[in-house]
């Protein structure tokens, strides 16, 4: 066949293939669609309920129109109510009063799509307590996708921290001691009403003044130097000091000073606390002079009175000491501040003593109360207030004060406090609403803030209504007969419809019983908001209707494994009527029973869900399958009250996947072969190319080396000729004429006799070389042996190496690469010569590219590698093996080997896949060993083999017949 009808043939059949390849598209792309929808409908359901049910915040879907239209599990848990229950209510409903307006406007900022993010509001809950929940929310495709996050603990701790900032601006306005911050620069930037009292300058006047003023001059460099102190975080310092008013007056405050830090320890300032204390040192004078007559004056005031010297230990009492500690004069005597001490309850004993130490070094007065033992071991609730006394030096001195039996007092607060607490609790804590109703005049006189909020009023507000603000007209004449009931002394209970403050209507179940109330008969009454109930009833049956009408099975059986509900659907399918109780497992597939039992039921028993597929069975024995969901539903407590499960069948789907699968893997499997085909014509494209390239090669190259080999004899013997004549010359003319000697001088004439030679050798052995490598290249290349031909095997295998000598000789960065022949006697061997030399070419390539790899990863050293002198190899040179045999009667058996890294067994099982490399990108096409594979399988019908150790070498061995 000529070149040109070969190649006609081929770009037919590259067209055949592109067409091949598009309709194999097209067909793959169809089929790949339809498995793809099929299967994104299945997952697409789960992932949804996956997704709601393991959030910790509440998801939610809505309408524009107000209702939800689905809340995760999350969501029930937050708000208490059923998924039924906030489906069947208006959202604004749950939304306190005070925030609708601003949730009505966060909505219509969703309804112009802009997104709403972290917008807060009170949501009501079942309780009838209110949570703080915090939205992200964004609406899409006339829907609103929200997410909120329970942030009622955090609201409630910005609002005690408000409180408490309240607390302290009130305290600091309020308080007796004058209160003064500085900064840094010893600026005033804080003076409170208690310092302008003290010292007269208005808060205006010391605003950002240094405020020297008030201290003597005589004092001032001390302070200035106790304040540079106290920047340095040198503790804090308390100084009794003479300061001078506005007014010109000189006297005696207590200054405690308390460095500011911030978080990182930079000073901020100083924070300083006055006491003006002129009269009280004055007071001490007199208090001194008048302790007699305060004795004899406590002894009937009825409190224990000491005076304890802090100095000597000593502690004096007065008053009814004797009385409230049970202890005799004489054991009062050897009473010391250890025994009192140990007179304290165990449980006070701490806080008390850290109190009173807290006041002696802030220098203030003291009021604590703590548990005392008296003699006879009984405790007493004591009141003990005092004061210390200082010296000159700020050390205290004296413990002035009283002890107060207050046991009666405590005992009957607690008893109070008890009962309001109980009552209390009960009365506001009931999620149900309650009220006492005046029977004469018809008013509420007390409510609950259930009742409140579930009219929507404030106690104040409810207080002041009329019962036709808050009681539906068609139940006017309930409420009077409700009155009448209880008047009477009997129970009342009915349902009557309320009314909300913004007008809406609910049901409510009210139960009313007779109360005494301030001597009065009452009517204390309990109302239950029932509007969801009767909601929830009527979407239960609406949802029943769905449930009736899907195609689907849907079943809900109890926590023991009992059919409690099997919708028309599953009757239908399983053979199964309404009225029968069976276990669930009656409706399981046989093959399948035990994975049931043992697996799917532990496991959504432990994570709540479970989705697959499965085998389901009818009364009559027919199994079929089904893709299920089974959902273990649980209580607050954990504990699992119902299973319920919804499952599809799936007979037609899994009949049309396994159709499309197996279309599939036709496709798969014709796309790889018309792959494979096309890269071995491609192959044989290029070696057919690469033939006649060389051939044309070698053949130009032959001719003019054959000219010129063939004439280098002649040119010897001329060569030699000419330098004979040239000698007899010599010898016969010793003397030159002086031209000539001087050309012979200059040319060296004794050095071209001597050189000449070896040049003309040389072009001899080099023109050999060309001859023998042009030689191998028409072996090679076997360009006149198309068909099978016996041919000689080691002449293909020789002008292979020969092409390849370039890729053996020594390189800069490795030693040469060894060549060992151990050839066999072989006979002429039929085969492709070409393809064959092909084989060799492919083998031997990638023995080199092993070599090189080892050498690069320090299998060899260039330095070491060397050869004995008997010309052995060492373990340190790179070497290929080749050998041939004859085997049996008509086979033989050539093997290449080479000493390199070798092979994993993982890449020795994939050594001839097409497309199959270990080279790097762009070096290598996995082609060469698949087609290798295929010449000596297919095209000689012999055996190519793999033998490999990572770290010993790999060998390759070829078995062909020797006939065909």
């Known amino acids: 066949m000529d ?83 906030l489906l069947s209510l208006p959202f604004m409903e749950l939304v306190h009063p005070e925030d609708r307006a601003a949730t009505l406007a966060e909505m219509s900022k969703l309804s112009e799509g802009i997104r709403v993010f972290r917008f807060e509001n009170r949501y009501r809950c079942k309780d009838g307590s209110y949570c703080w929940l915090s939205w992200t929310s964004v609406a899409h495709d006339n829907y609103i996708f929200a997410m909120a996050r329970d942030v009622t603990e955090r609201k409630t701790t910005e609002e005690a921290l408000k409180q408490f900032e309240t607390k302290i601006k009130f305290l600091l306005q309020q308080t007796p001691l004058a209160i003064i911050e500085w900064n840094s620069s010893f600026e005033v930037v804080e003076w409170n009403p208690a310092a302008e009292k003290i010292f007269g300058y208005s808060v205006t006047e010391m605003l950002h003044q240094h405020a020297l003023e008030i201290v003597p001059t005589n004092h001032r460099d001390a302070v200035i130097q106790t304040m540079k102190s106290l920047l340095e975080q040198k503790g804090g310092h308390y100084s009794l000091n003479e300061n001078i008013t506005k007014d010109g007056r000189l006297i005696s405050c207590e200054w405690i000073n308390t460095p500011l830090v911030d978080a990182e320890g930079n000073s901020l300032g100083i924070y300083s606390m006055v006491q003006d204390v002129s009269d009280r040192l004055n007071f001490q004078t007199a208090l001194r002079e008048s302790e007699e007559r305060f004795r004899l004056a406590t002894e009937q005031s009825g409190q224990a009175v000491y005076d304890y010297n802090v100095l000597s230990g000593k502690i004096l009492w007065a008053g009814t000491t004797t009385k409230v500690m049970g202890l005799t004069s004489e054991e009062l005597q050897s009473f010391d501040i250890a025994t009192w001490e140990s007179m304290i309850h165990p449980e006070d004993r701490d806080l008390a003593t850290s109190l009173l130490t807290e006041a002696m070094v802030q220098k203030t007065r003291y009021q604590v109360e703590y548990r005392l033992q008296k003699k006879d071991g009984t405790y007493i609730h004591v009141e003990d207030t005092g004061i210390f006394l200082f010296n000159n030096e700020g050390q205290a001195y004296r413990m002035l004060g009283t002890l107060n039996d207050v046991s009666d007092r405590k005992q009957a607060e607690a008893v109070l406090r008890q009962q309001e607490a109980q009552y209390r609790g009960i009365f506001e804590t009931v999620n149900d609403g309650i009220s006492v109703l005046d029977l004469d005049t018809g008013k509420m006189v007390a409510v609950n803030s259930a009742l409140c909020e579930m009219h929507g009023y404030s106690q104040a507000e409810f207080l002041n209504l009329s019962s036709t603000e808050y009681i539906h007209p068609n139940s006017y004449e309930k409420l009077a007969e409700c009155m009448r009931t209880v008047k009477a002394g009997q129970k009342f209970h009915d349902h009557a419809v309320g009314v909300r403050k913004d007008g809406t209507c609910f049901d409510i179940e009210v139960t009313g019983k007779l109360l005494l109330y301030n001597g009065k008969p009452h009517a204390i009454s309990v109302v239950r908001d029932i509007s969801e109930r009767i909601q929830a009833e009527q979407e239960q049956q609406r949802l029943l209707a769905i449930l009736e009408a899907t195609p689907d099975i849907v079943g809900i059986a109890d926590v023991y494994g009992t059919n409690c509900y099997l919708n028309k659907a599953g009757q239908r399918m399983l053979g199964i009527s309404s009225t029968d109780q069976f276990p669930i497992s009656e409706a399981v597939g046989l093959s399948i029973l035990d994975k049931f039992q043992t697996e799917i039921i ?57 159709r499309l699968r197996q279309q599939a893997k036709n496709l798969e499997a014709t796309l790889q072969e018309l792959q494979r085909t096309q890269t071995q014509m491609i192959q044989a494209e290029k070696m057919s190319s690469l033939g006649q390239l060389v051939a044309g090669v070698a053949h130009e190259i032959n001719n003019p080396v054959n000219f010129i080999h063939g004439n280098l004899n002649y040119l010897e013997e001329h060569t030699q000729d000419l330098l004979r004549i040239i000698e007899v010359y010599q010898q016969k003319n010793t003397n030159y004429e002086p031209g000539l000697q001087d050309l012979h001088e200059e040319i060296d004439l004794e050095y071209i006799q001597q050189d000449l030679p070896k040049i003309l050798s040389s072009m001899k052995v080099g023109t050999q070389r060309i001859r023998q490598i042009v030689l191998s290249l028409r072996t090679f290349s076997r360009m006149d042996e198309a068909e099978f031909k016996a041919v000689d095997i080691h002449a293909g295998i020789d002008s292979t190496l020969m092409i390849l000598q370039h890729r053996l000789k020594e390189q800069p960065e490795r030693p040469a690469i060894q060549v060992i022949k151990e050839y066999g006697a072989l006979p002429s061997v039929e ?22 790899e080892s050498v690069v990863s320090g299998q060899w050293s260039v330095v070491n590698a060397q050869v004995t002198d008997k010309g052995q190899q060492t373990n340190d040179i790179p070497t290929i093996r080749i050998s041939t045999s004859v085997i049996a009667s008509n086979w033989i058996k050539m093997a290449i080997a080479d000493n390199g890294m070798g092979m994993s067994e993982k890449t020795q099982q994939q050594i001839f896949n097409p ?22 399988t297919e095209k000689h019908g012999g055996k190519l083999l793999c033998n490999s150790h990572l770290g010993k070498g790999t060998e390759f061995i070829i078995e062909i017949p020797i006939q065909q």
């Open 915 to 936: 497309f199959f490399t270990t080279k790097p990108v762009g070096k290598g096409t996995g082609m060469g060993m698949s087609i290798s594979y295929q010449i000596i």
């Open 602 to 658: 532990p496991l959504v028993m432990q994570q709540g869900i479970w989705s697959g597929e499965a085998l389901m069975r009818s009364r009559k024995g027919e199994e079929f399958p089904v893709s299920q969901v089974i959902i273990a539903h649980k209580n607050e407590q954990g504990e699992v009250e119902f299973l319920s499960t919804i499952a599809r069948d799936i007979r037609d789907r899994q009949q049309i996947e396994a």
């Open 3 to 85: 070149t040109k009808a070969l190649k006609a043939q081929i770009n037919l059949l590259q067209r055949q293939n592109a067409e091949l390849k598009q309709q194999l598209t097209a067909t793959t792309h169809e089929f790949n669609a339809t498995i793809f929808r099929l299967e994104q409908e299945l997952s697409e359901s789960k992932k949804s309920l996956l997704f709601f049910d393991i959030s910790v915040d509440l998801l939610c879907i809505a309408d524009f129109n107000g209702y939800f239209q689905r809340v995760n599990q999350a969501g029930e848990n937050i708000l208490g109510y059923s998924q039924a229950e």
């Open 831 to 852: 085969c492709y010569a070409g393809q064959l030399n092909q084989v060799f070419m492919n083998i031997l390539a990638n023995a080199i590219d092993a070599l090189e």
